[in-house]
């Protein structure tokens, strides 16, 4: 049986891990390669960076930090943040990166998406979605880390994105980002019923019941989440092992 | 020894020489890993690796974009019968032809198909993430325990006209052939080179393959 991903999102800015794992053998915290390698043998099914590097000039330390991740660690990486051209997503699967997520660049040339699918397959081709609830059952996407609304329909821009070729969503509510109330599984089933892609839940995990809600509830394939784990609350041992003991298939 | 990465610019050419470089780094008798599409070193490889993700009829014109280079794979592969692994696409591209975007001619190495998943509506397709493989006895699958989960990324599948060219399935959730064999030629559905610790058992266990 196909397995529920668990993937554990590092933020990188400037080559560095923002939030991190305080892991006490850890001898550099604020390693990206060190902390991957962690993940890596503790059971994580994929690795995500979201590389928040503000400024371009800093963006080339992004590329050596993925090159020694994939050197490292043997399960897929996906890296997002800042990808706006063919170009950019070419350095990162050159550099190792096996799937390269794109936000605002999407929105603003949906094109992007087709021509980016079509060169690299559909399964390096990640969307990322940032979804603010508006009113019931429905949703509008967030540009530019979610600092700039749009009045673009998330549902809408899922199955244009999806019919486009991309292989995944990945899908984040804004209103539970942060917040450790649990995935909004409404915008989740609503997604993840609507298109033939796998959706990843993103936002809100603060606890284990949290992940298999979003399985359950909302129909995510696969299940990210940051602080959590950033934070040495739960391993990712600690929610495999739960998310089996709730009959959900995970790799352990 | 010398073990040749094809490159005719597959996305997941880095993973895969940075998964073999890490097992070869443990093996006694190493092997000289050489990434390259020029054919005359592909004429003098005593191993053979051909990644490949995206399109099949993408993958097949690259590899026909370069002079020479499916002609040399075919004199080391059949004509001189040395070990071969295709990864993903890689792999479906030793079959007769793929339905994928059309019909499109392969390498014909194998007899079969490489034709759409068929799943259930409920199914998500591409078919992506950790699944189970069960598996016919064979070194190549040496030191892996039945139902061991590989990572798997496709849309597509090789469905081969002899069963005994299949050596592996999985279930999603009807019967998907996870690996192929004929002779010296050997080929992967899943990514050995993301399948963690028994990806790279795999990887060994070609590496230290002599076909008869």
């Known amino acids: 049986m196909l397995k529920k991903r668990i993937i554990p999102c590092l933020d990188v800015d400037r080559g560095r891990v923002v939030k991190g794992v305080n892991f006490v053998d850890l001898i550099d915290a604020g390693d990206p390669v060190e902390q991957a390698k962690i993940y890596n043998s503790e059971g994580a ?47 990162l699967l050159h550099h190792g990166a096996d799937k390269v997520s794109i936000n605002t660049a999407a929105v603003e040339n949906i094109d992007l998406v087709a021509k980016a699918a079509k060169k690299y397959g559909s399964s390096t081709i990640v969307i990322a979605v940032d979804a603010k609830k508006n009113g019931d059952k429905s949703w509008n996407i967030f540009t530019h880390g979610g600092r700039k609304p749009t009045d673009i329909d998330a549902l809408e821009y899922c199955i244009e994105v999806a019919n486009l070729g991309a292989g995944e969503i990945l899908l984040t509510s804004m209103d539970r980002d942060g917040t450790k109330i649990g995935f909004d599984n409404e915008l989740l089933s609503t997604v993840s019923s609507s298109i033939d892609i796998p959706v990843i839940a993103s936002g809100g995990v603060g606890k284990l019941a949290h992940f298999a809600e979003g399985v359950l509830e909302g129909g995510a394939s696969a299940l990210l989440a940051a602080s959590i784990f950033h934070f040495g609350e739960y391993s990712i041992k600690d929610v495999k092992t739960y998310l089996a003991e709730q009959n959900i298939a995970v790799r352990i | 020894m010398k073990l040749v990465i094809i490159n005719y610019g597959s996305g997941n050419l880095h993973s895969v020489h940075k998964a073999i470089e890490a097992v070869n780094n443990n093996l006694e008798n190493p092997y000289e890993i050489i990434v390259t599409n020029t054919p005359s070193e592909i004429l003098n490889a005593d191993k053979l690796v051909l990644p490949g993700v995206g399109a099949f009829q993408d993958c097949k014109n690259a590899i026909h974009k370069i002079d020479g280079l499916f002609e040399c794979l075919e004199q080391v592969v059949i004509g001189e019968k040395k070990a071969f692994m295709g990864i993903c696409v890689g792999m479906q591209l030793l079959a007769e032809k793929s ?27 591409p078919h992506m993430g950790w699944n189970e493989v069960t598996f016919r006895n064979h070194e190549l699958l040496n030191n892996i325990s039945q139902n061991t989960d590989f990572y798997f990324v496709h849309s597509y599948y090789f469905r081969t006209q002899k069963n005994e060219n299949c050596i592996a399935t999985t279930k999603y959730p009807n019967s998907i052939t996870a690996a192929v064999l004929k002779e010296n030629i050997f080929g992967t559905q899943f990514h050995p080179e993301k399948s963690h610790n028994n990806g790279k058992q795999i ?10």
């Open chain 2, 99 to 125: 339905l994928e975007f059309g019909e499109c001619e392969g390498f014909g190495w194998i007899p079969g198909e490489v034709i759409k998943i068929e799943a259930p509506a409920d199914y998500k397709i």
């Open chain 2, 203 to 212: 990887i060994t266990n070609f590496l230290e393959w002599e076909p008869s």
């Open chain 1, 45 to 91: 099914d994929e690795l995500c960076f979201l590389d928040i590097t503000a400024s371009s000039d800093d963006r080339e330390t992004l590329f050596e930090v993925v090159k020694k991740t994939a050197e490292n660690c043997f399960i897929p990486l996906t890296v997002g943040g800042g990808v706006r051209t063919i170009d950019d997503i070419s350095r």
